[in-house]
């Protein structure tokens, strides 16, 4: 325990550190303010006690050191974003603010860090914007945690600049074409769970993250007249990044996908049935084996994976380079275009708004009226003929019209015989080679794609 005591007309304070010696400082407040006093001692003891409490054994917090803890616990917690802001960390605040201590940050250090990434000229505003936010975040809790007495992050727009894309014409780009969308799921070029895994994020609009974590037991097929997607975490958090569940109705031509893959694709690549609580589209066992980092053995996709296959595809079919998240855009786009209610499609695609009317709060919409929104997405996968039409005119600068061959679709009794493992397929399709006594034959020719 500190104390406070006199020299002159002066008070000073005596405390000890996190090595255990004894200091002395004087004060700014004279005999009369001991209250005063004992106040700011009793900071600097709360101070120390933060300080030991994250590990420091001597000297001053620097937010290098406060940054590593800090991390573990997001990461420990399992909060959204942690990796990308463990990374904003290492590329950008440490480099230029680690060996600071905590409490000497100043609301110009903050301000001057901002102004020189701006200054780079490489970073988007929504990159600078990003940073800033792990930067308040880190202060916030030094300040819950009584290193710092209050948060320097104040900056506003003035200093941080507009929340606008970098490159103003990027936007209006990042979307596929309907034609462009059934070459990613139709082409047998591309590897059966990658053309799952873009059928999901395409046809039904999921967030990579949701589809990555999608397992089996969240796929409903006695719901009708569509089988259900319950949509309720992003990888293995055990939430989504709303932190709410919705439904998504699974529109015919992904039913028929999924039913396929779950039949024969999925035992093909991993060498068993899939059971209830195994992914949809789980990392192929070879990818797995083969990471860098031993400790993630996770066959669960990550974004860096999939970003780096949505790059090999798009370059191995001829198209320009998007993103995976693209995907989701083209989905809701391309399903308002052919008429989708954009309220009911929304409840779909994203949850429904925080701020909502009261009548909004009331209301409830059938199943039947959220897949009637959905269905009327206007796609379907390409035959092998329409396939190889679509790369030789992409080869001439552009794509046919959706008007050319398309194949069959399954129909929903055999979609859903398929989904469950039931062999109840029409006698029609024993005769040709399917359904039950000749599953390896089925798969055969599954695995080449659709003919």
């Known amino acids: 325990m500190g104390s406070v005591y006199r020299r002159h007309n002066k008070l000073w304070v005596r405390y000890?550190?996190?090595?255990?010696?004894?200091?002395?400082?004087?004060?700014?407040?004279?005999?009369?303010?001991?209250?005063?006093?004992?106040?700011?001692?009793?900071?600097?003891?709360?101070?120390?006690?933060?300080?030991e409490a994250i590990g420091a054994k001597s000297g001053p917090v620097t937010i290098r050191h406060f940054a590593e803890g800090w991390m573990k616990e997001r990461r420990a917690l399992g909060l959204d974003d942690s990796s990308n802001d463990d990374g904003r960390l290492r590329m950008h605040i440490l480099p230029e603010l680690g060996d600071l201590p905590v409490a000497d940050v100043r609301p110009r250090h903050v301000?001057?860090?901002?102004?020189?990434?701006?200054?780079?000229?490489?970073?988007?505003p929504k990159t600078i914007r990003n940073v800033y936010s792990v930067v308040r975040a880190l202060f916030r809790d030094a300040q819950l945690g009584d290193l710092i007495d209050?948060?320097?992050?104040?900056?506003?727009?003035?200093?941080?600049?507009?929340?606008?894309?970098?490159?103003?014409?990027?936007?209006?780009?990042?979307?596929?074409?309907?034609?462009?969308?059934?070459?990613?799921?139709?082409?047998?070029?591309?590897?059966?769970?990658?053309?799952?895994?873009?059928?999901?994020?395409?046809?039904?609009?999921?967030?990579?993250?949701?589809?990555?974590?999608?397992?089996?037991?969240?796929?409903?097929?006695?719901a009708k007249p569509l089988g259900k997607l319950v949509i309720a975490t992003s990888y293995d958090k055990?939430?989504?990044?709303?932190?709410?569940?919705?439904?998504?109705p699974a529109h015919p031509v992904l039913a028929a996908i999924l039913a396929e893959w779950k039949l024969s694709g999925w035992p093909t690549v991993y060498g068993r049935m899939p059971g209830n609580d195994d992914l949809v589209v789980p990392m192929p066992p070879e990818d797995v084996a083969s990471r860098r980092d031993k400790t993630n053995s996770s066959p669960m996709r990550d974004k860096n994976y999939s970003w780096k296959n949505v790059a090999r595809d798009l370059a191995l079919l001829g198209l320009r380079h998007r993103r995976g998240h693209d995907l989701r855009r083209t989905m809701i786009s391309l399903s308002r275009t052919d008429g989708a209610r954009k309220d009911l499609l929304e409840l779909c695609t994203h949850t429904p708004r925080k701020r909502e009317r009261a009548i909004d709060v009331y209301t409830e919409f059938p199943w039947e009226s959220l897949?009637?929104?959905?269905?009327?997405?206007?796609?379907?996968?390409?035959?092998?003929?329409?396939?190889?039409?679509?790369?030789?005119?992409?080869?001439?600068?552009?794509?046919?019209?959706?008007?050319?061959?398309?194949?069959?679709?399954?129909?929903?009794?055999?979609?859903?015989?398929l989904a469950t493992g039931r062999a109840n397929h029409p006698s029609s399709l024993r005769k040709d080679g399917g359904g039950a006594g000749n599953r390896t034959r089925v798969r055969k020719q599954l695995a080449e794609g659709p003919t």
Request: glycine share 8%; aromatic share 4%; proline share 4%.
């Open 16 to 51: 000890k550190g996190a090595d255990g010696k004894w200091t002395q400082n004087a004060t700014k407040y004279v005999v009369g303010q001991e209250r005063q006093a004992r106040q700011l001692l009793k900071k600097v003891e709360n101070r120390i006690a933060a300080g």
């Open 111 to 124: 301000r001057d860090f901002i102004v020189k990434l701006r200054a780079k000229k490489n970073l988007a």
């Open 150 to 222: 209050t948060n320097p992050c104040i900056l506003t727009k003035h200093q941080l600049g507009e929340n606008v894309d970098k490159d103003p014409e990027w936007r209006p780009t990042a979307i596929y074409s309907r034609d462009e969308l059934e070459l990613l799921i139709s082409d047998a070029r591309i590897p059966w769970d990658r053309r799952v895994l873009y059928a999901i994020e395409g046809i039904a609009g999921l967030r990579h993250g949701e589809a990555a974590g999608l397992r089996w037991r969240h796929y409903d097929t006695t």
């Open 238 to 248: 055990g939430t989504t990044k709303t932190s709410m569940t919705r439904a998504m």
């Open 371 to 417: 897949c009637a929104e959905v269905a009327k997405l206007n796609i379907t996968r390409r035959a092998r003929s329409a396939v190889i039409a679509l790369r030789a005119a992409q080869a001439q600068g552009g794509l046919p019209s959706a008007s050319m061959p398309q194949v069959p679709e399954i129909t929903s009794a055999l979609a859903t015989g």
